[in-house]
């Protein structure tokens, strides 16, 4: 992709309070070349003296080109309009993308692109909102300029971008996919061959200023906030953009820090890990820009029911429904027998109703039919304390969704938003 020339548009904007750049314009005229804009609105401040614009084109690309606008000059920093709709921002490619479209879907929200080609979409359950698909590193920076109030990413990009901005707030903080985490990976050979500790690696005489640690890393950020904490006196940090595994052997360096989920990279690699040198876990997360919750309470609504949505969805996952029925004196006795002999009571306590026959149309208070809920892993053993307990004709059915009283989490996030 070839890269254009940064263009500059200098003293033409004495007077010009806003520049509208909707999706769909073209700025052909004004810059001697066609660019379709991504960002929607921005307003200038009649201080700005300069603006540079700097984008990829390719001719024969079918992609939308990225375009950024730079503010020089002593104005103010750039105001995004005020806007009625609400975005979310999701990520647009690779693994994450998928696996959020997904956890959506199980959650009976239906995001629809109208267009293959096109980053925007809506989702019918939810009037208002915008879907932005972005990449994950803009996920978060645009949470953070407010440019989008909401989005999903992986909690090692949040961490990364975030740079630990106020101004981000976790809505929920366990979306159970990409799971991983990101950690130090050194040679299992040579000099590191019986290092197995961050602090005998950082104890490695080896390391002076001009013989650094070489740490290739997508995440120099938080690499260099982690070894600094951890004593390391030398160290150079390097990105690339992928494959890192291959640089020690390249010996383009000593280190590497990058996710690691199975393993199998680095140990393919002939690289591994050391005690002390994971760094975070990580997992999707659902997060939002502050100001835009404790602001715009349309935005606090539509968090609050994704975040109800994604508990009971995830909440539910991998539980099933457990039917029984039982004889019994009173319901009284049969909830009993079910809290002293099974260790599955559901999730306040056994659902107990009475089972009733079409004999002379009256209940038949000697049966009853009890509902508990189980895990997977222990569906068997709970079937099987049922029967000991007298129950028969077991059905079992999986859960779809568990909707408690208030979630935790929803509680937890209005604290967050009153600190
Ligand atoms: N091996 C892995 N197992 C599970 N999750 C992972 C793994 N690798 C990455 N992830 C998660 O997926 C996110 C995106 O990783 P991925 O490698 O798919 O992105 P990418 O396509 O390289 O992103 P981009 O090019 O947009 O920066 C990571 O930030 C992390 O949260
Ligand atoms: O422990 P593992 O299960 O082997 O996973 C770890 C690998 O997964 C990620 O790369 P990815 O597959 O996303 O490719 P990338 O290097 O292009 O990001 C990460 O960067 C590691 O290389």
Redo the contacts with the bound molecule.
């Keep these: 992709m070839a890269v254009a020339p940064t263009m500059t548009m200098q003293g033409s904007l004495a007077g010009l309070q806003q520049l509208e750049l909707p999706r769909t314009s073209y700025l052909g005229s004004q810059l001697g070349s066609q660019f379709r804009v991504r960002q929607p609105c921005v307003k200038l401040s009649p201080r700005i003296s300069s603006l540079k614009l700097h984008c990829q084109v390719s001719p024969s690309s079918t992609t939308l080109p990225q375009l950024n606008v730079d503010i020089s000059g002593p104005g103010k920093p750039l105001q995004p309009v005020e806007r009625t709709t609400i975005r979310l921002a999701l ?6 993308a998928e696996d959020t479209l997904g956890l959506m879907k199980d959650c009976q929200l239906s995001v629809r692109k109208l267009n293959p080609r096109q980053y925007i979409a809506d989702i019918s359950e939810l009037k208002n909102v915008e879907v932005w698909f972005q ?3 803009d996920v978060v920076r645009k949470l953070k300029t407010g440019d989008v109030d909401m989005g999903i ?5 949040l961490r990364e971008y975030g740079e630990d901005s106020e101004d981000l707030v976790i809505v929920h903080d366990a979306l159970g996919f ?3 985490h990101l950690a130090i990976g050194i040679p299992t050979y040579g000099i590191f061959e019986n290092i197995n500790s961050l602090n005998e690696l950082a104890a490695m005489p080896l390391w002076t200023e001009d013989r650094p640690l070489r740490v290739v890393t ?1 995440y120099t950020y938080l690499g260099k906030k982690f070894l600094e904490k951890h004593g390391f006196k030398h160290v150079q940090l390097s990105t690339a ?2 494959a890192l595994e291959a640089a020690p052997a390249m010996g383009t360096a000593d280190a590497i820090l990058d ?4 393993g199998t ?1 680095l140990r393919e690699n002939n690289l591994k890990e050391i005690s002390g040198g994971a760094v975070l876990s ?3 997360v659902f997060v939002a820009n502050k100001k835009a919750l404790l602001e715009r309470k349309e935005v606090l609504d539509v968090a609050h029911e994704m975040l109800e949505r994604f508990e009971a969805h995830l909440t539910a996952l991998g539980q099933f429904t457990v039917v029984a029925n039982m004889r019994g004196a009173s319901a009284e006795e049969v909830a009993e027998r079910i809290l002293n002999n099974t260790s599955y009571p559901g999730l306040q306590g056994p659902t107990v109703s009475p089972v009733y026959t079409n004999e002379g149309g009256t209940a038949n208070v000697d049966y009853y039919a009890i509902t508990i809920c189980v895990p997977k892993p222990q569906l068997y053993h709970a079937v099987q304390q049922l029967r000991k307990a007298g129950g028969s004709g077991v059905l079992v059915s999986p859960l779809t969704y568990i909707f408690d009283e208030e979630t935790p989490r929803y509680r937890q996030l209005l604290e967050n938003l009153k600190a």
């Design positions: 990520p647009s490619k690779g693994r994450m990449r994950a590193s990413v992986g909690y090692d990009m990409g799971e991983c997508g953009d992928g996710l690691v989920s199975s990279t990580s997992q999707g």
